[in-house]
């Protein structure tokens, strides 16, 4: 049973930072990318970051860069989101996922439950 499990949301002040994780198990991830998308009420979900399996190539989504670091450790079943200077638009659940396809789709595979993250001003 393929599992994405998510940990490392919370509540932060504007300009403080996080660290999301996210661990995959229950297949083989060779050649996977891996990505955070996030959604918050009125919303539309928003990828936020992708990493290829090699780590050669990361995506950003325009409003997290410079802020944000996508990285890939574990032999690639661990992906990390260091997000810093949070903003209050940055609150959302914050979701895993995995997809064959590079740059990370709206509708990957494979997601995870979600973390909630929630800036205050």
């Known amino acids: 049973q393929v599992q994405l499990l998510e940990s490392g949301g919370g509540l932060v002040q504007a300009g403080g930072s996080l660290r999301l994780s996210c661990t995959a198990s229950g297949r083989t991830f060779t050649s996977y990318t891996m990505s955070w998308f996030r959604q918050s009420p009125g919303k539309e979900r928003e990828v936020v970051a992708g990493i290829t399996w090699s780590g050669g190539r990361t995506y950003y989504t325009d409003s997290v860069k410079g802020r944000f670091t996508i990285s890939r450790v574990n032999a690639g079943n661990t992906v990390l989101l260091q997000m810093n200077s949070l903003k209050p638009e940055d609150t959302a659940v914050y979701y895993c996922?995995?997809?064959?396809?590079?740059?990370?789709?709206?509708?990957?595979?494979?997601g995870g439950q979600g973390t909630q993250v929630t800036v205050s001003s």
């Open positions: 996922a995995a997809d064959r396809r590079f740059p990370p789709p709206y509708d990957s595979e494979y």
